[in-house]
């Protein structure tokens, strides 16, 4: 089975401070996406990457960064975080065929 | 502008009944089609892809595709109160591996 791990299930962070999601795949996988949840709005992709090293916009980058290291390991970074991005960020991971997986989630509330 | 429609609901559907799901999308490049359930609080898991026009069955789901009329369906026969959760249609974005979800249609089967 495709295991897509979170590290961080659960953050309270201070505005303004520099926040790191990590992300780690096993399953060789080339691409791999971070993605918020926000009721109403649903899923919103953030950035997504083809390859190591490789990363593209998606709708809403503003105020995130991603590096990707590695291929098993995409990180989504918050460079100083505001309220506004308290939300469920979802990281998933796809191969060929694009089925995406997806991890269990961070919830990240900013005070 | 790339869309994914789906109706957000609630879908009450009574206990053992057919509950119809329908998406529909606006770009005619895409060429993979993906339903995912997600439960409240959790991350979603992909219950049934689909690439080719006409149907495919997976136990009680049916997922049907019609890419002249730019629609994916899924049908969820014997309605159990455990597929209760939202329902979420993915695209891929043209020819590349970008995925793109619809906000979801929630679903309450009625005991």
């Known amino acids: 089975d495709v295991k897509v791990t979170q590290s961080s299930r659960y953050l309270v962070k201070r505005t303004g401070e520099k926040v790191f999601l990590e992300c780690v795949q096993d399953m060789d996988h080339e691409n791999m996406f971070w993605y918020r949840q926000d009721p109403g709005l649903g899923l919103r992709l953030i950035y997504f990457?083809?390859?190591?090293?490789?990363?593209e916009k998606g709708d809403i980058p503003e105020g995130y960064s991603v590096s990707r290291e590695k291929k098993e390991r995409f990180s989504l970074i918050l460079e100083s975080a505001s309220t506004n991005q308290t939300s469920m960020y979802l990281c998933?991971?796809?191969?060929?065929?694009?089925?995406?997986?997806f991890g269990e989630g961070s919830w990240l509330t900013v005070v | 502008q790339k869309e994914v429609e789906q109706n957000s609901g609630p879908l009450s559907v009574p206990e053992g009944a057919i509950a119809s799901l329908n998406c529909t999308y606006s770009d005619r490049g895409s060429q993979s089609f993906f339903w995912y359930r997600q439960y409240s609080g959790k991350s979603p898991e992909l219950i049934m892809s689909i690439y080719s026009n006409g149907d495919k069955e997976d136990g009680r789901f049916t997922a049907q595709l019609n890419k002249a009329s730019q629609y994916v369906s899924l049908l969820i026969r014997d309605s159990q109160p455990s597929d209760s959760a939202t329902y979420l249609c993915?695209?891929?974005?043209?020819?590349?591996?970008?995925?793109?979800f619809g906000k979801g249609t929630r679903l309450h089967i009625l005991p």
């Open positions: 998933a991971s796809s191969g060929n065929g694009n089925t995406i997986y």
């Open positions: 990457s083809y390859d190591v090293k490789m990363k």
């Open positions: 993915a695209v891929n974005w043209g020819r590349d591996d970008k995925i793109i």
